[in-house]
């Protein structure tokens, strides 16, 4: 059934009017009570109590909606603490959060027209003056939700905000995901199913008389690969979190995913590897779930790509950082790590809600500290491949205590492919060779790191 929504009330295609907003939400009204309600609605645009409406002090500041198949999230922002009650609706399912001490206005009237049809989760949203003071938000959805409803406090540009999570019933499982995409890829294999047995060749560039035999070992026949191997890409912040914004007002979230959508591209046409992505479009995702995601598919690599800014805009060149147990290698890498450690902070997260067990026992796993070796080996054969493409900012790999590094048996590296406070390094984020150029040595970094350091034998996967 076709409608026309408006801040009140709704019309539906038969010219019935139903009241607006009530828990009922589709209780058609007489043609009597239908005159009436139009005539009081009316009345209310003239009047005084309408007209606070637009009073600045009790205004929502902004919304936003940031739709994903892991959950969607609906934002608004408001000058003080926003106090809110909810209740989930059955037949068909529906969230209601009246939100009190608020008028309605023209930015919350923009809400409903943020939804897409592409959204998994949200079918529509209605906005509307339930009564004096308070305004009332319906959510109409899809499929049932397990929403999570929470205040944040003001951080970095933003003031109090309301969030609201919408998590599908069943979590989105990344090993599923993971599948799905390769089931996706078949077709450009002809149909034919994945040869794990057979080992890729992974070729890199000698630099040394190690690496000669290495690479001699890795492409005279012998198994450097034999078997699927999976890396986790990680594009940082996302969604309510944009990172690091560039003079030019390039965001870092939107630079990192170009790049990380690049090198999946280059990492799945190579035999025997394949990509997940922690996420693959504009949404938030805690630095806790990012680890939870690369443990559930059992990576063998981490990649964390961001591109950071720095006190002093004259900073430059690319970086790659591992996870110190004892401490940041220099003032910057703590800087640094400071700096992505409170990404949940401005990107959002429910304080209680989906905490890591991983993060709290991390340091004390006998695992780190050959994890960390392993991600040191990765992190050189990256680092001296990008630095034929960019200026280094500094020719070793650098530690610091990242919280997205912590898986205790993945090796994980964190890439700062550019300074984007920097005005000349934002401009080649921007430009599509470097993007090729930079993810192209990412890959020969990569190879190296596997032609050298065999991953051990796992079960195969599906």
Known sequence: MSEARGPFFRITDTGALTEPDEFSLSRPLSRRQALKFAAASLTLLVTPVALAATDKDASILGVRV????????????????????????????????????????????????????????IKLIRAGRNRPGVVRLVIELKTEVKPQVFT??????????????????????????????????????GGKPIDQGKPAKLESKPDSKADKATDK???????????????????????????????????????????????????DAEPNMRTVMTRDSDFFVPLGQRVQKARRINADLFVSIHADAFIKPTARGSSVFALSENGASS????????????????????????????????????SQTATINDSLKLGKDVLKEIGGVNDLHKGVVEQAGFAVLKAPDIPSILVETAFISNPEEEARLLDDDYQDKLTDALLRGIKRYFAKNPPLAKSKQA
């Open 152 to 189: 944040l406090p003001p951080v970095g540009e933003y003031g109090h905000r309301l969030v609201l999570d919408l998590y599908p019933a069943q979590p989105v499982d990344p090993l599923m995901a993971m599948l799905d995409q390769n089931e996706k890829a078949a077709p450009d294999t």
């Open 331 to 366: 003032a910057a890498a703590r800087w640094m790590a400071n700096k992505e450690n409170s990404s949940d902070l401005i990107g959002g997260v429910s304080i209680g809600a989906g905490k890591d067990p991983y993060l709290a026992k991390t340091l004390l796993d006998l």
């Open 217 to 267: 070992s890795a492409n005279d026949g012998s198994p450097a690969v034999a078997r699927l191997v999976t890396i986790m890409l990680d594009p940082g912040h996302g969604g309510e979190d944009p990172g690091a914004i560039g003079q030019r007002g390039t965001y870092e979230k939107t630079i990192v995913l170009e790049i990380a959508k690049r090198l999946r591209a280059k990492i």
């Open 66 to 121: 940031w739709p994903a198949r892991d959950y969607t999230r609906v934002t608004l922002e408001y000058r003080d603490d926003l106090k809110y009650t909810q209740i989930m609706v059955t037949n068909p399912p529906r969230l209601v959060v009246d939100i009190e001490g608020v008028e309605f206005n023209s930015v919350l009237q923009s809400l409903p027209d943020k939804i897409s049809d592409s959204d998994p989760y």
